[in-house]
């Protein structure tokens, strides 16, 4: 395992579900471009944005 990922799974280890929430909710009203965002953010924070970049790439299809 790298440590990136070991860092990952540390942090949401010591983080309760709705500390992620919180975080996850925070890393969508504050969305930075991955070209402009810190990589001192929260592992979830940048998680998120992350996930925000793919929805951006990939867009759902409504049912």
Same mark, same amino acid.
């Given at each position: $395992? =790298? #440590?990136?990922?070991? +860092?990952? &799974?540390? #942090?949401?280890?010591? &983080?309760?579900?709705?500390?992620?929430? /919180?975080? @996850?909710?925070?890393? @969508? =009203?504050?969305?930075? *471009?991955?070209? /402009?965002? #810190? %990589? %001192?953010?929260?592992?979830?924070?940048?998680?998120? $944005?992350? @996930?925000?970049?793919?929805?951006?790439? +990939?867009? #759902?299809? *409504?049912?």
């Amino acid at each position: $395992m =790298s #440590s990136l990922a070991a +860092t990952k &799974v540390d #942090s949401r280890a010591n &983080v309760d579900l709705v500390e992620e929430l /919180r975080l @996850r909710a925070w890393a @969508r =009203s504050h969305y930075e *471009p991955a070209d /402009r965002r #810190s %990589r %001192r953010l929260h592992p979830i924070v940048l998680d998120e $944005m992350q @996930r925000k970049d793919q929805e951006q790439i +990939t867009p #759902s299809h *409504p049912r």
